[in-house]
């Protein structure tokens, strides 16, 4: 069963400490991606990644950075954590258009819901 | 623009057949999603239609594909109460296939017993 694993459910943190959001797939999918959920705004992306140490901005990149220095393992930082980045924060994986299946959707992993305060 | 809309909340009875709707903007999509997600869980793909088509029928699940009006929705037929969820519909941007999905904001889906 295919499966991407965030490393922790829950997390509560301290306004200022460097948080790291870590998520692992099995599937050797070229492309991860780092959404927020809040409500009423539906998900909306932080970053993403094609590649092994390639990245590009989403639609709300500030405050964040990412890591990808293995193609399985792509790692979200908060800087210096803030209230306003409390939140679920959601990792998603897929394969590159074309490269095989009829299913391109994204997998998720379970989430990690991030409380600054 | 990108923009994704769906309503935020619907409440159906159990039993009775629910139906999720959903606009997009990008006429050149070619494949529209559904997810499901439970309560404090990552989103499920629940199925997916190609543009080629007008409607999918999985089980219990109808997809229906306006593509003149740009409308998608979701059916899902005698509603149960483990149907209860966020349903959010999601297209790719500039018709690939994959990349950098945009969603809706998601309907919370409540079942009345």
């Known amino acids: 069963d295919v499966k991407v694993t965030q490393s922790s459910r829950y997390l509560v943190k301290r306004t200022g400490e460097k948080v790291f959001l870590e998520c692992v797939q099995d599937?050797?999918?070229?492309?991860m991606f780092w959404y927020r959920q809040d409500p009423g705004l539906g998900l909306r992306l932080i970053y993403f990644?094609?590649?092994?140490?390639?990245?590009e901005k989403g639609d709300i990149p500030e405050g964040y950075s990412v890591s990808r220095e293995k193609k399985e393992r792509f790692s979200l930082i908060l800087e210096s954590a803030s209230t306003n980045q409390t939140s679920m924060y959601l990792c998603?994986?897929?394969?590159?258009?074309?490269?095989?299946?009829?299913?391109?959707?994204?997998?998720f992993g379970s989430g990690t819901r991030l409380t600054v305060v | 623009g990108e923009d994704v809309e769906q309503s935020l909340f619907l409440s159906v009875r159990e039993g009775d057949s629910s139906v999720i709707n959903c606009t997009y903007t990008?006429?050149?999509?070619?494949?529209l999603y559904w997810y499901k997600q439970e309560p404090g869980a990552g989103l499920q793909l629940l199925t997916y239609?190609?543009?080629?088509?007008d409607m999918k029928q999985d089980q219990r699940l109808t997809v229906l594909l306006n593509k003149k009006d740009k409308h998608l929705s979701l059916r899902i037929a005698d509603t149960q109460t483990g149907d209860s969820a966020i349903y959010f519909c999601?297209?790719?941007?500039?018709?690939?296939?994959?990349?950098?999905?945009?969603f809706g904001t998601g309907t919370r889906l409540t079942i009345i017993p």
């Open positions: 998603a994986s897929s394969i590159v258009p074309g490269t095989g299946g009829l299913n391109y959707g994204y997998t």
């Open positions: 599937m050797d999918h070229e492309n």
């Open positions: 990644s094609y590649d092994v140490k390639m990245k």
């Open positions: 990008d006429s050149s999509s070619t494949y």
């Open positions: 239609i190609f543009s080629n088509m």
């Open positions: 999601a297209e790719p941007p500039r018709g690939f296939g994959n990349e950098k999905l945009t």
